[in-house]
């Protein structure tokens, strides 16, 4: 891999830990929707783990989306369609089918009590009706190669209907972005009169998606118009503090809006004063923290790559494909323990991060699973 690419690596390694964290999270009080909750509340918690997944949610998955988006074009200019599209059929798609076929399906039968075994609640819960909501298959957090593999197809048409055509080439400028900030913030306002935030078709949220779509697109032109070597110092320390004044922010704002005493629906969607923040702040925050994480890591982190960093990235992706499994079992596991939320979060967290890379690098070790894990 180019020696520029070494950030991004390490970029997605902290991402996908942040992603495991997220889940563990909504275990312990933040708002979302997981396999298990624990039953024990504790008000001071929900709020804490509320902020931290309302930040996360504002920029990791959307940068997970940019990488992706960035390292499209040149693997479409080195396979060409056919094999691009193999190869991610192959990488999403069987990931994503042997998680719908064997793991969601036991961390649900496990979260319901299902008195029988697993072969019969996978008969009759799971093939009663394989499309359909509670029941049925379920990609669960892998929605997000769903996402992927829908995207990989429309680039690939648009680059055949292009017919060799050069791609066009456009810069990084303020413009640009405040068009991005403006342009999703009122799709997020409207999609959202449809479809609130966590609302889902297909374990899509839409809500989320005109920024995920955004960023995807934004990584392609990154990548054709080298924008990522033209982030600047003083940029970001200017995106670093508007974060800080967001999230600083973004407490009393859940206050006013009635957070504390009915929760966070009024901000998912509708005609509401909080809907219309939250469509406009949650891109701007995004925005804002993938400026800045983009542009430390590329100073910070683009040393090539020790021995543990390697190890670590390689296995980051097959963390993502397996870490539901043990966010959802210490969950269980921890219910009878006597701590406080904030510490159970924390200690859960970290096991499961442990757990999902262990297991990531024993399956690897599995003859051809590194094809496509």
């Not at 298959?137 to 050069?166: C, D, H, I, N």
């Amino acid at each position: 891999m180019a020696a520029r690419l070494q950030y991004l690596d390490r970029l997605k390694v902290v991402l996908t830990m942040l992603v495991v964290f997220h889940h563990t999270a909504i275990t312990y009080g933040g708002a979302g929707s997981w396999y298990y909750i624990d039953p024990a509340r504790e008000k001071a918690a929900e709020i804490v783990l509320t902020l931290f997944t309302a930040v996360n949610q504002s920029f990791f998955m959307g940068l997970f989306f940019f990488i992706s988006g960035y390292v499209t074009p040149a693997s479409f200019d080195r396979k060409g369609a056919g094999r691009f599209l193999k190869e991610r059929v192959v990488r999403f798609g069987l990931p994503l089918l042997g998680f719908m076929l064997v793991i969601d399906p036991l961390l649900r039968f496990v979260s319901g009590r299902y008195p029988g075994s697993f072969a019969s609640y996978w008969k009759e819960e799971v093939l009663a009706d394989p499309l359909a909501g509670v029941k049925g298959f379920e990609t669960g957090p892998l929605w997000f190669l769903t996402a992927l593999l829908l995207f990989s197809a429309v680039y690939a048409l648009r680059r055949l209907a292009a017919k060799g055509r050069p791609a066009r080439v456009s810069r990084l400028t303020g413009r640009r972005m405040a068009a991005y900030l403006a342009a999703v913030a009122a799709a997020n306002f409207a999609i959202r009169l449809v479809y609130p935030v966590g609302e889902t078709v297909l374990n899509l949220q839409l809500a989320y998606f005109p920024a995920y779509i955004g960023l995807y697109a934004g990584g392609i032109a990154a990548y054709r118009g080298r924008w990522l070597e033209a982030l600047q110092a003083s940029a970001a320390k200017r995106w670093g503090r508007l974060a800080l004044v967001l999230m600083a922010g973004m407490p009393g704002v859940l206050a006013l809006g009635g957070a504390l005493e009915s929760g966070t629906p009024a901000f998912g969607g509708g005609w509401t004063w909080q809907a219309a923040f939250y469509a406009a702040v949650d891109p701007l925050l995004g925005l804002s923290l993938s400026y800045v994480l983009l542009f430390v890591f590329r100073e910070r982190f683009n040393q090539p790559a020790r021995l543990r960093s390697s190890w670590l990235s390689e296995h980051a992706y097959t963390v993502y494909l397996l870490h539901a499994l043990f966010v959802t079992y210490i969950g269980y596991a921890f219910t009878g323990l006597s701590l406080p939320a904030l510490l159970k979060f924390a200690a859960a967290g970290g096991a499961a991060v442990l757990c999902s890379y262990t297991a990531a690098w024993a399956l690897r070790r599995v003859p051809g699973a590194k094809r496509v894990l």
